[in-house]
């Protein structure tokens, strides 16, 4: 059986395969996945919030997009993948609560899907893959044998992006 590697909330593990990354229950939060296909290493980081900036200082870097993701991208490079061939995949960022008066503070999860997708783009790695919005929570995991990301969820089923 292989390697269950797992991911708590604002949180971040890298590996190598036949490991698998799993983390459970995103709502509002996002499982960003970086994948080499060629040497087969990968990593899964748990963010809970957009952006460092806007917050009070956090002594967890990994609890953001703009902080997390250099943290996980320099760690799976360390392993040996290749930063050209690296794809990503992102799930989560859920919309968990209804609110009469939404503000765009209150919008967390599409705030962390954009945020997700901002950091991707300024470090120069594809998403090729996304399972974004909703009104429900994920469990997300990387199989690093195949880069196939597994989301599941208690009413839709499974599925693979």
Not at 3 to 19: F, H, N, Q, T, W
């Amino acid at each position: 059986m292989p390697e269950l590697i797992r991911v708590g909330m604002a949180d971040y593990k890298v590996g190598k395969s036949p490991a698998t990354i799993i983390s459970y229950g995103l709502g509002s939060c996002i499982g960003i996945s970086l994948y080499d296909p060629q040497t087969k290493i990968g990593g899964l980081l748990h963010i809970m919030l957009p952006d460092s900036t806007q917050a009070r200082a956090s002594d967890n870097p990994a609890k953001f997009a703009d902080t997390g993701l250099p943290l996980m991208l320099n760690d799976v490079l360390k392993l040996g993948a290749a930063k050209n061939r690296l794809v990503a995949k992102i799930a989560g960022g859920a919309q968990m609560f209804a609110f009469s008066n939404a503000t765009d503070i209150m919008r967390v999860g599409v705030r962390n899907a954009e945020a997700a997708k901002k950091a991707l783009k300024a470090h120069g790695i594809k998403l090729i893959a996304e399972d974004t919005g909703g009104t429900y929570g994920r469990t997300v995991q990387i199989e690093l044998d195949t880069g196939v990301y597994k989301v599941k969820t208690i009413d839709k089923g499974e599925k693979e992006i």
